[in-house]
């Protein structure tokens, strides 16, 4: 099926919708599923650099211009920051495992084989 043959399914089945439910835009265009798509996948933790290459798009910066953090996601990230969990937050000492591995740092920086 063409692009113009797909978007004229959309079109008409948009507008019937519409007139069941106004909330539906009156001129759907096929866009409006890629984009909603891809934000649902974006706000279910896909990383954005995934998400560009899915969508096919040479430049991050392209999908960057509509892949906004809407406002839910900017509650749970409130949320997570500010939490009694959050040892930043209520002062508890974080243990790093790391910390007193001196043969895991040295290889994380490339000094040891």
Not at 39 to 48: A, K, N, V
Not at 95 to 104: G, P, Q, R, S, T
């Amino acid at each position: 099926m063409s692009p113009d043959n797909s978007a004229r399914f959309i079109k008409k089945y948009g507008a019937a919708a519409n007139i069941v439910n106004p909330e539906v835009p009156k001129s759907l265009q096929p866009h409006a599923f890629r984009h909603s798509r891809s934000m649902h996948l974006y706000r279910s933790g896909m990383p954005m650099v995934l998400l560009a290459e899915w969508l096919g798009h040479a430049q991050l910066s392209s999908t960057l211009i509509y892949a906004n953090a809407d406002t839910e996601m900017k509650r749970v990230a409130i949320e997570k920051a500010t939490s009694k969990l959050n040892s930043l937050v209520s002062g508890d000492a974080v243990y790093l495992e790391w910390e007193d591995d001196e043969a895991l740092i040295r290889q994380l920086y490339g000094l040891s084989q």
